[in-house]
């Protein structure tokens, strides 16, 4: 059963592909997110703790599509505010992909604290100071010994996060980029076939993510390589 | 900054939030009627059944929920079958659009959590229910649902959390929920700041609130937190 899509198939190509840069920018900003949200929920501030707080629990309480419309229009209000004493007084506006790429990487970043924070909580302190004291430095022994097993330790929460990011690219094609969904339902005003379309997009996504689910079981037994049973 | 302005559209935003509410609380319901037998399915002993419903929860959940609901209140108007059916004045709906495809995404993974849960049901129990004499459908009703329910409470929680933040899709078939609602007043005040902190506020307090019910739900269901009165069986 191939549908016909009446010329449209290198379009949807070309918008897939957007969608495929989109998350994977935004997988990046929301794992360095992460990595601060989960340092600093761990960290001896108390300042510092209830700021990742903050982040990751309103970030997961809000809905993805208000956070993408909030940052696409009210950070155009706010940037505007800002230029004016520098005697800018136009139009300052994101571009969607800046703007997609900022709210879907802080959403991901406020799961990603909390899946970070499981996996360094995971990790014996008696190997960081088994490292601190063969002379190592606080940092060298973070990369050496914490940081390689955290990857292996979060990467399943990761993964699936990143299965949800995927998804929720969708939702930036509500401010116009033109990524899958957008380019969709161009071709949907064009042909009139919405039902043919989005049907196609659908499956669109889901070899994506069938494609990401082998991808990420590789990722994962890479991963824990010298782990575990054999 | 506008407080004033933040203050004065409450009670609008405060309508959309009862139409997610509503949106949420019915197609939750429904998913959950949708789900058991899915999820009874998915745990069957007999291979055809259980592989019965798996294109159903793959393609629901591989799929984004915009894409669905663009599915059903879009793509269905394509057929003529459909468009001259008795049940086009009920697909014409945004409204029932919205509750269909919210309806479909939700059981898709309930019915994955409630499987889980049903297979973590201790086989001894099932086994000295069916010794007991029980029915397959009485040990099913009696022990091992009530169980599963328990189990599955937490991940289920989290799921109803994940569909009030699904919910905002709805606005974008027109609907006035909470984000629908939010988009509506910043089209005439132009102030999309305070109105959307305004309503993702709102959104906190929901998740907030869900998330304590359900935690006073475990507690409540909890054998352990309230062990059954001596001298009853």
């Known amino acids: 059963m191939v549908p016909d899509l009446h010329g449209f198939g290198p379009v949807l190509l070309e918008g897939t592909l957007m969608t495929v840069r989109l998350a994977v920018a935004s997988c990046a900003v929301g794992i360095v997110l992460g990595l601060l949200g989960a340092a600093a929920k761990l960290s001896g501030s108390p300042v510092l703790r209830a700021l990742g707080g903050a982040y990751s629990t309103v970030l997961r309480g809000i809905p993805e599509l208000l956070v993408v419309l909030m940052i696409y229009f009210g950070a155009s209000t706010v940037l505007m505010a800002a230029a004016r004493p520098f005697g800018y007084a136009g139009y300052i506006e994101l571009s969607p992909f800046v703007a ?16 970070f924070r499981g996996a360094l909580q995971a990790i014996p302190p008696g190997q960081s100071e088994a490292a601190r004291a063969l002379g190592m430095g606080r940092v060298l022994a973070f990369r050496r010994v914490t940081l390689p097993q955290v990857w292996r330790l979060a990467l399943p929460g990761l993964g699936n996060l990143f299965m949800v990011l995927l998804k929720d690219t969708a939702l930036i094609s509500v401010i116009g980029l033109e990524e899958l969904m957008r380019m969709t339902a161009f071709a949907v005003g064009r042909t009139k076939e919405p039902f043919t379309f989005y049907l196609a997009a659908a499956l669109i996504y889901l070899v994506l993510t069938a494609l990401t689910t082998l991808a990420l079981s590789a990722m994962e037994r890479r991963a824990a390589r010298g782990h575990g049973r054999r | 900054m506008d407080l004033r302005l933040m203050v004065d559209s409450l009670p609008q935003l405060l309508l959309g939030m009862l139409a997610t ?21 998915r745990v069957s002993p007999r291979a055809w059944v259980r592989a019965a419903p798996l294109g159903y929860i793959f393609f629901l959940r591989g799929t984004p929920l915009l894409v669905q609901i663009f599915l059903v209140y879009y793509g269905l108007g394509q057929f003529e079958t459909v468009r001259e059916s008795v049940l086009w004045p009920v697909l014409r709906e945004a409204y029932w659009c919205a509750i269909i495809a919210f309806t479909l995404n939700t059981s898709a993974y309930t019915a994955e959590i409630l499987r889980g849960a049903i297979q973590a049901v201790p086989p001894g129990e099932v086994e000295a229910a069916r010794a007991l004499g029980m029915s397959h459908a009485l040990t099913l009703r009696r022990v091992v649902l009530p169980r599963a329910v328990r189990m599955a409470l937490p991940a289920y929680g989290n799921e109803v959390i994940l569909m009030v933040k699904g919910s905002a899709l709805a606005s974008t078939i027109t609907l006035l929920d909470l984000t629908g609602m939010a988009r509506t007043i910043i089209a005439k005040t132009y102030k999309p700041l305070e109105i959307f902190l305004a309503a993702g ?13 359900i935690r006073r739900a475990e507690t409540h269901l909890s054998t352990t937190a309230n062990p059954r009165p001596k001298g009853r069986p």
């Open chain 2, 21 to 41: 509410l509503e949106l949420v609380a019915l197609s939750g319901a429904l998913g959950v009627v949708l789900a058991v037998p899915v999820a009874l399915a």
């Open chain 1, 100 to 115: 997609g790429v900022t709210a879907l990487g802080l959403t991901f970043g406020a799961y990603a604290t909390e899946v």
């Open chain 2, 201 to 213: 506020l709102l959104y906190l307090l929901i998740t907030l609130v869900i998330t304590r019910l």
